[in-house]
């Protein structure tokens, strides 16, 4: 037999599975007189386990009962059983008991209510068609009866209790709730208006007032608690006197916002704020249609339009109402052409969080980073900048505003469904919180207890606490990700700053554009952008949002039309590739950085035709960093080793080398590597020196896979002897240009046991192999290999022992050749043959006491004779960067001479670099500062030119272009916006100084 005791044990058991967090207190209030009938109903107790917070539930309902029992007894004879009747429903009507018992268990303010008011309950009884999903006109209906306005806050919280029920079960999901929420807020200020007029008869005879909706409210997607923000504007009536009408209105709308406001042992409906009016609270509170419009027009400030976005009539004249939002809607939709409208937009939201309190803002769930204002902001900001030209984003709602601009392309569908599900569940947060006390907060609770209640209410049943954070960290995260990413993407400001109608084009705004943007081929372009833009897809979509910022982009350079064919070319290459357009939309400056590189010349844009999936590496200024030696080796040689034979290999290594060759041109032209410090004081250079040194590193990561695949082809893994390549030249000195050859020696060393005969022959094949390879046909740059710099030059043998280089240099080596080695560095190959080499002609390029008379003269007759022989027939010597005045010869050889003599006593002059060897130079006093910085100002804009010309003309030039293009090109690269003549005259002055200063330190003038 069951003891009393184990009755109750079982019975603990049983609540404490089903939710239950009191199991005694629960067990009380089950065996309560009140329950008897349905205290041990299985339904019963499985549907309070279903709810929140079980234990809040069944005290709720305890109370509902005890409410009607003690109405009841006061009841004249005969009246009905209330409890009773409420009891017996809840036992056999399955949708009443979830539905109230989910209510009690979600709101406690709900339940004092029900327990103020029990015969409310039967409000949740109904189903009808209305009740499931009501509309404005029913919430007007069950206003309707009340006579004043204590009346109509129990009707409204009433209309509330089966709103929050169809909410808690359910049967409505976030957007229709907040809809049906502004809806009952529209039907009440209705209400409140009408007892207004009834008050008044006199005032409402002599004006005509409209309550416009703003925020929430205006947008059909209001809170739980929240201020209701409304706009009133007034008319006099038909021969009423203006100021009259005014005073009348404006006590109308007081008394309406008292209604609405005040609090009563009823408790409040919410707060009516008309703080959103022209002048905020020192204005005042009602204004006619035409002071709204003057103020909108002289005085508004940008925060104004976004609020006006979400304006709605909702109460009052609605002739009227509608008057006053078609007359501000030109406005909204044209203030993104306000000057700084997007920073303003960006800047207003950056300081609601800093205003956020410090102890709130890891509760903040709507201004905070991450919270519910990331996605409005973020979306309202789409909306008006776009919104001008395309009306389908006029929405003031923010889950409608966002699918539309999903659907317009301006925001990728999967960024769109993240915010919507993000966006959904941090308001079905903040309604939860909001439900239990019916208070306005948007603060995640402290409490446990309350955090298990809302953690339950969300669906989180097994650890609701902990999956409620996990939740709510993931969908913060999500949003303030994508926030940043739409809200401060820099093609925003560009569209925003585009002129009325160009946001958009049409076939003649197109026309017009090109024309005055300075097009050459108006009928072209236009070709272009009507195969770019024409139809109905999603493609052409983001095209049409794209191209009118990309026009303006491309009009800033000086080729527009070569621009806008790249432009075509990559898409039309693309246009099946999802990421691509979704990148040049949303990632960073990736838009404004491919056009700046398709209109900059043909070098960079050819190798973007050639694998236009590199426009991946455009979205930020880090994938625009070079690589590094080390890295491109590593990833070449992987290349290499997957290679079914030597052509494939070095095809794969090409394939590395002209991404990275991309890569380096594009930053370059975007500026991404900056400025960089010159070697001698006040004098900030651009980023020649990471070009060339990113330049090197590539050529010497190729010639790493070339070698390599030349050996795996005949030899496998090893090479019966020890082979290096060693740099000479601007590929030593690690300053190429995009046109330079790759100057090299080849070194070997037999390995042991290996015959000199057998070593010598496997070294000359691979070397000849290694040229064979890198000159295979290709559409790729092609990579020339010289050899000349070798002994006895083209002469001599290809590759030389290290014991036979030794061999030469001590016997027959010249000046000129000593002078070479100053840039010799090992760039592939055996890295400890290559050091050796090094080691070994390290005392001949910086002999003891310096080269000598005899040697120094020889090096002027080979300068002088250079000057006179190998300047091109008909080219201009004070504009050839080369081996013209002042030019790169000029420099270099002064700074070689200065090492010749000096490097033995002086360790900073012994470089391959001659910026270093510069700047060395003058910190050992060898070069006053005037001088130093004359000679690296000419060396770097020499070498800017050269780099310039074949990044325009996509082949080798060592002057300035001769086609006026070309030359303006030239021009934009290094920073010249105006005429190319005053550019050609600073090179001139530049290099004309430089050669004064070479005379003098180099011929000893």
């Given at each position: 037999?069951?003891?009393?005791?184990?009755?109750?044990?079982?019975?603990?058991?049983?609540?404490?599975?089903?939710?239950?967090?009191?199991?005694?207190?629960?067990?009380?209030?089950?065996?309560?007189?009140?329950?008897?009938?349905?205290?041990?109903?299985?339904?019963?107790?499985?549907?309070?386990?279903?709810?929140?917070?079980?234990?809040?539930?069944?005290?709720?309902?305890?109370?509902?009962?005890?409410?009607?029992?003690?109405?009841?007894?006061?009841?004249?004879?005969?009246?009905?059983?209330?409890?009773?009747?409420?009891?017996?429903?809840?036992?056999?009507?399955?949708?009443?008991?979830?539905?109230?018992?989910?209510?009690?268990?979600?709101?406690?303010?709900?339940?004092?209510?029900?327990?103020?008011?029990?015969?409310?309950?039967?409000?949740?009884?109904?189903?009808?068609?209305?009740?499931?999903?009501?509309?404005?006109?029913?919430?007007?209906?069950?206003?309707?009866?009340?006579?004043?306005?204590?009346?109509?806050?129990?009707?409204?919280?009433?209309?509330?209790?089966?709103?929050?029920?169809?909410?808690?079960?359910?049967?409505?999901?976030?957007?229709?709730?907040?809809?049906?929420?502004?809806?009952?807020?529209?039907?009440?200020?209705?209400?409140?208006?009408?007892?207004?007029?009834?008050?008044?008869?006199?005032?409402?005879?002599?004006?005509?007032?409209?309550?416009?909706?703003?925020?929430?409210?205006?947008?059909?997607?209001?809170?739980?608690?929240?201020?209701?923000?409304?706009?009133?504007?007034a008319e006099p009536a038909d021969g009423a006197d203006e100021d009259k009408a005014l005073?009348?209105?404006?006590?109308?709308?007081?008394?309406?916002?008292?209604?609405?406001?005040?609090?009563?042992?009823?408790?409040?409906?919410?707060?009516?704020?008309?703080?959103?009016?022209?002048?905020?609270?020192?204005?005042?509170?009602?204004?006619?249609?035409?002071?709204?419009?003057?103020?909108?027009?002289?005085?508004?400030?940008?925060?104004?339009?976004?609020?006006?976005?979400?304006?709605?009539?909702?109460?009052?004249?609605?002739?009227?109402?509608?008057?006053?939002?078609?007359?501000?809607?030109?406005?909204?939709?044209?203030?993104?052409?306000?000057?700084?409208?997007?920073?303003?937009?960006?800047?207003?939201?950056?300081?609601?969080?800093?205003?956020?309190?410090?102890?709130?803002?890891?509760?903040?769930?709507?201004?905070?980073?991450?919270?519910?204002?990331?996605?409005?902001?973020?979306?309202?900001?789409?909306?008006?900048?776009?919104?001008?030209?395309?009306?389908?984003?006029?929405?003031?709602?923010?889950?409608?505003?966002?699918?539309?601009?999903?659907?317009?392309?301006?925001?990728?569908?999967?960024?769109?469904?993240?915010?919507?599900?993000?966006?959904?569940?941090?308001?079905?947060?903040?309604?939860?919180?909001?439900?239990?006390?019916?208070?306005?907060?948007?603060?995640?609770?402290?409490?446990?207890?309350?955090?298990?209640?809302?953690?339950?209410?969300?669906?989180?049943?097994?650890?609701?606490?902990?999956?409620?954070?996990?939740?709510?960290?993931?969908?913060?995260?999500?949003?303030?990700?994508?926030?940043?990413?739409?809200?401060?993407?820099?093609?925003?400001?560009?569209?925003?700053?585009?002129?009325?109608?160009?946001?958009?084009?049409?076939?003649?705004?197109?026309?017009?554009?090109?024309?005055?943007?300075?097009?050459?081929?108006?009928?072209?372009?236009?070709?272009?952008?009507?195969?770019?833009?024409?139809?109905?897809?999603?493609?052409?979509?983001?095209?049409?949002?794209?191209?009118?910022?990309?026009?303006?982009?491309?009009?800033?350079?000086?080729?527009?039309?070569?621009?806008?064919?790249?432009?075509?070319?990559?898409?039309?290459?693309?246009?099946?590739?999802?990421?691509?357009?979704?990148?040049?939309?949303?990632?960073?400056a990736a838009a404004e950085n491919l056009a700046r590189v398709l209109s900059a010349g043909?070098?960079?844009?050819?190798?973007?035709?050639?694998?236009?999936?590199?426009?991946?590496?455009?979205?930020?200024?880090?994938?625009?960093?070079?690589?590094?030696?080390?890295?491109?080796?590593?990833?070449?040689?992987?290349?290499?080793?997957?290679?079914?034979?030597?052509?494939?290999?070095?095809?794969?290594?090409?394939?590395?080398?002209?991404?990275?060759?991309?890569?380096?041109?594009?930053?370059?032209?975007?500026?991404?590597?900056?400025?960089?410090?010159?070697?001698?004081?006040?004098?900030?250079?651009?980023?020649?020196?990471?070009?060339?040194?990113?330049?090197?590193?590539?050529?010497?990561?190729?010639?790493?896979?070339?070698?390599?695949?030349?050996?795996?082809?005949?030899?496998?893994?090893?090479?019966?002897?020890?082979?290096?390549?060693?740099?000479?030249?601007?590929?030593?000195?690690?300053?190429?240009?995009?046109?330079?050859?790759?100057?090299?020696?080849?070194?070997?060393?037999?390995?042991?046991?290996?015959?000199?005969?057998?070593?010598?022959?496997?070294?000359?094949?691979?070397?000849?192999?290694?040229?064979?390879?890198?000159?295979?046909?290709?559409?790729?740059?092609?990579?020339?290999?010289?050899?000349?710099?070798?002994?006895?030059?083209?002469?001599?043998?290809?590759?030389?022992?290290?014991?036979?280089?030794?061999?030469?240099?001590?016997?027959?080596?010249?000046?000129?050749?000593?002078?070479?080695?100053?840039?010799?560095?090992?760039?592939?190959?055996?890295?400890?043959?290559?050091?050796?080499?090094?080691?070994?002609?390290?005392?001949?390029?910086?002999?003891?006491?310096?080269?000598?008379?005899?040697?120094?003269?020889?090096?002027?007759?080979?300068?002088?004779?250079?000057?006179?022989?190998?300047?091109?027939?008909?080219?201009?010597?004070?504009?050839?960067?080369?081996?013209?005045?002042?030019?790169?010869?000029?420099?270099?050889?002064?700074?070689?001479?200065?090492?010749?003599?000096?490097?033995?006593?002086?360790?900073?002059?012994?470089?391959?670099?001659?910026?270093?060897?510069?700047?060395?130079?003058?910190?050992?006093?060898?070069?006053?500062?005037?001088?130093?910085?004359?000679?690296?100002?000419?060396?770097?804009?020499?070498?800017?030119?050269?780099?310039?010309?074949?990044?325009?003309?996509?082949?080798?030039?060592?002057?300035?272009?001769?086609?006026?293009?070309?030359?303006?090109?030239?021009?934009?690269?290094?920073?010249?916006?105006?005429?190319?003549?005053?550019?050609?005259?600073?090179?001139?002055?530049?290099?004309?100084?430089?050669?004064?200063?070479?005379?003098?330190?180099?011929?000893?003038?």
């Amino acid at each position: 037999m069951t003891t009393q005791g184990g009755r109750r044990d079982t019975r603990f058991g049983r609540l404490l599975r089903r939710g239950f967090t009191d199991p005694a207190a629960a067990g009380r209030f089950l065996d309560v007189p009140a329950l008897a009938g349905v205290h041990d109903d299985q339904l019963f107790l499985d549907a309070l386990g279903a709810t929140a917070d079980p234990d809040l539930a069944l005290r709720g309902l305890v109370h509902l009962v005890e409410s009607l029992t003690s109405q009841d007894e006061r009841a004249v004879d005969g009246a009905d059983n209330g409890a009773q009747t409420l009891l017996d429903t809840l036992l056999t009507a399955k949708p009443l008991r979830d539905r109230l018992l989910g209510v009690l268990g979600a709101s406690e303010a709900l339940g004092d209510h029900l327990a103020r008011h029990p015969h409310d309950w039967k409000a949740l009884a109904t189903y009808e068609s209305a009740d499931l999903h009501p509309g404005l006109p029913d919430f007007e209906d069950a206003l309707a009866e009340a006579g004043d306005p204590d009346a109509l806050r129990v009707a409204y919280r009433r209309c509330l209790l089966s709103l929050a029920a169809r909410d808690v079960c359910g049967t409505t999901e976030l957007a229709e709730t907040a809809a049906e929420l502004a809806d009952l807020a529209t039907a009440t200020l209705r209400a409140a208006l009408a007892m207004a007029r009834s008050e008044e008869p006199e005032d409402a005879a002599v004006c005509k007032l409209a309550v416009v909706g703003m925020g929430k409210c205006g947008g059909r997607e209001l809170n739980y608690v929240s201020d209701v923000d409304v706009i009133f504007v007034a008319e006099p009536a038909d021969g009423a006197d203006e100021d009259k009408a005014l005073r009348a209105a404006g006590r109308l709308a007081a008394r309406l916002m008292r209604i609405c406001s005040d609090t009563t042992p009823e408790g409040t409906i919410w707060p009516v704020d008309a703080n959103l009016r022209p002048e905020g609270r020192n204005g005042p509170l009602v204004r006619t249609l035409s002071s709204h419009v003057a103020y909108y027009q002289r005085w508004a400030k940008t925060w104004e339009f976004q609020a006006l976005l979400k304006a709605r009539p909702v109460a009052g004249d609605p002739t009227l109402g509608r008057e006053y939002c078609e007359a501000v809607a030109p406005m909204v939709w044209q203030a993104a052409e306000r000057e700084n409208f997007v920073p303003d937009v960006q800047q207003m939201r950056r300081r609601v969080e800093a205003n956020i309190p410090v102890a709130h803002v890891e509760r903040e769930l709507k201004l905070g980073p991450g919270g519910l204002r990331d996605v409005e902001f973020a979306v309202q900001l789409l909306q008006l900048v776009h919104g001008r030209s395309d009306g389908t984003l006029r929405s003031s709602t923010t889950l409608d505003a966002l699918e539309a601009l999903a659907a317009g392309g301006y925001v990728g569908r999967q960024d769109a469904a993240a915010l919507d599900a993000s966006y959904r569940f941090l308001r079905t947060m903040e309604h939860r919180i909001q439900l239990h006390r019916m208070r306005r907060t948007h603060l995640m609770p402290e409490d446990e207890a309350d955090q298990r209640r809302l953690g339950r209410s969300m669906g989180f049943r097994v650890e609701p606490v902990a999956e409620l954070h996990k939740a709510w960290r993931r969908h913060a995260a999500s949003v303030r990700r994508l926030h940043e990413k739409l809200f401060y993407r820099p093609l925003l400001d560009a569209v925003a700053q585009l002129a009325p109608g160009e946001a958009r084009l049409s076939t003649r705004a197109a026309t017009q554009r090109l024309e005055a943007l300075g097009y050459a081929d108006p009928s072209a372009a236009l070709r272009h952008l009507e195969a770019l833009a024409s139809g109905v897809s999603r493609k052409a979509a983001i095209q049409r949002t794209l191209l009118p910022v990309l026009l303006g982009w491309f009009a800033d350079s000086a080729d527009p039309d070569a621009g806008l064919l790249g432009f075509r070319q990559i898409s039309d290459a693309l246009g099946k590739t999802p990421w691509y357009l979704r990148l040049l939309r949303d990632e960073g400056a990736a838009a404004e950085n491919l056009a700046r590189v398709l209109s900059a010349g043909r070098f960079a844009p050819d190798l973007l035709l050639r694998a236009p999936e590199a426009v991946a590496l455009l979205g930020t200024a880090e994938r625009l960093e070079p690589r590094g030696r080390d890295a491109l080796t590593q990833e070449i040689l992987a290349a290499v080793n997957r290679a079914d034979d030597p052509e494939q290999a070095v095809a794969a290594a090409r394939g590395v080398r002209r991404r990275e060759l991309f890569r380096t041109a594009a930053a370059d032209i975007v500026g991404a590597y900056g400025t960089e410090e010159s070697p001698v004081p006040e004098d900030p250079g651009p980023g020649v020196d990471r070009v060339g040194t990113a330049l090197s590193d590539i050529n010497a990561a190729t010639l790493a896979g070339a070698l390599r695949a030349a050996v795996r082809g005949k030899w496998g893994d090893e090479l019966p002897t020890r082979f290096a390549v060693i740099g000479m030249g601007r590929f030593g000195g690690r300053e190429l240009g995009y046109g330079s050859d790759a100057d090299v020696l080849f070194v070997h060393e037999p390995r042991e046991g290996v015959g000199d005969e057998e070593a010598s022959k496997a070294a000359f094949a691979v070397a000849n192999e290694m040229r064979r390879l890198l000159q295979l046909p290709s559409a790729d740059p092609p990579l020339p290999v010289d050899a000349d710099l070798r002994p006895e030059g083209k002469s001599g043998p290809l590759v030389r022992t290290l014991a036979s280089y030794a061999a030469y240099y001590q016997r027959w080596s010249q000046v000129w050749e000593s002078q070479a080695l100053l840039r010799a560095e090992p760039v592939a190959g055996d890295a400890e043959l290559g050091r050796r080499f090094t080691d070994l002609v390290d005392p001949l390029r910086y002999p003891a006491e310096g080269p000598g008379e005899e040697a120094e003269r020889e090096i002027r007759r080979l300068k002088a004779r250079m000057e006179g022989e190998r300047l091109p027939r008909g080219a201009d010597p004070t504009t050839h960067t080369k081996l013209g005045r002042g030019g790169l010869s000029d420099v270099e050889w002064t700074v070689q001479l200065l090492q010749l003599r000096h490097a033995w006593a002086e360790p900073g002059l012994r470089t391959t670099r001659t910026r270093e060897a510069l700047a060395a130079a003058h910190a050992a006093g060898l070069l006053e500062t005037e001088d130093a910085q004359t000679l690296d100002e000419a060396w770097l804009l020499a070498t800017r030119v050269r780099n310039a010309a074949m990044l325009v003309r996509g082949r080798p030039g060592d002057t300035f272009p001769s086609e006026p293009r070309e030359l303006a090109a030239v021009g934009r690269y290094l920073g010249y916006d105006g005429g190319t003549g005053e550019m050609v005259d600073d090179y001139r002055r530049t290099t004309r100084r430089a050669r004064a200063v070479m005379e003098r330190i180099f011929y000893g003038a």
